[in-house]
């Protein structure tokens, strides 16, 4: 079904034909990236959708449905801005049980999510399998990270600034408007030590100003 043109939905096509004339054929991974509040996941659905407009297989995955069980996440306590960016998420599950397996093709199967954040527990066994020819679209945080970048044929940076992203948070979550709150701190300062060692917006193939979610717009970096 083909979506009804918005300026969003032409940019969404836009990029959809910008990976397919890079990678029309065999499996391909994409990533889209942004602070909590930036709206990756909503992205990246609708991303999705513009996939399928061409009648093309999609895969779904979060980094969210990865993450470590609690007694991990919080080992360094619940205030420690570096426990939110080196602990939160099981990379070497995300890999095992998606990556890895979905690069094989064939009728090798993968896993969407591997653990249940709220019930702090292993997702059950429910492998999926696809053609040869498919994309996998992740959405989540830190994924311009060492460990995750050779991963992706392409990724995506959402541009959002702290103000707006903590809005949108407080109006679906109820966590404090005010980015400077120390609630916040964990999240905002593990933000700062990703955006200090990995450069997200510099690394990704794309960098969408996400500010107004009606109406996001490419953002071409200088790099003279």
Known sequence: ???VTTPRVELLRDLRSEITHNYGVGRTIVAVDGISGSGTAAFADELAEVFREEDRVVFRASIDDFHRPREERYR???DSAEGYYSDSFDYSLFRRALI???RMAGSTGFQLAGFDEKRNTGEELRWVTGPKDATLIVDGVFLHRPEL???WHYS???DVSLAEA???LAS???VDADPTAASNARYVGGQELYQRESGPRTRAFAVINNEDASHPMRVFLDSC
Do not use: D, F, K, Q
């Open 100 to 102: 890895e397996p979905y």
């Open 149 to 151: 970048r050779g991963l």
């Open 76 to 78: 360094r306590g619940r």
């Open 172 to 174: 679906t979550i109820g």
């Open 166 to 168: 903590y809005a949108r």
């Open 1 to 3: 079904m083909r979506l």
């Open 156 to 158: 995506i940076w959402l």
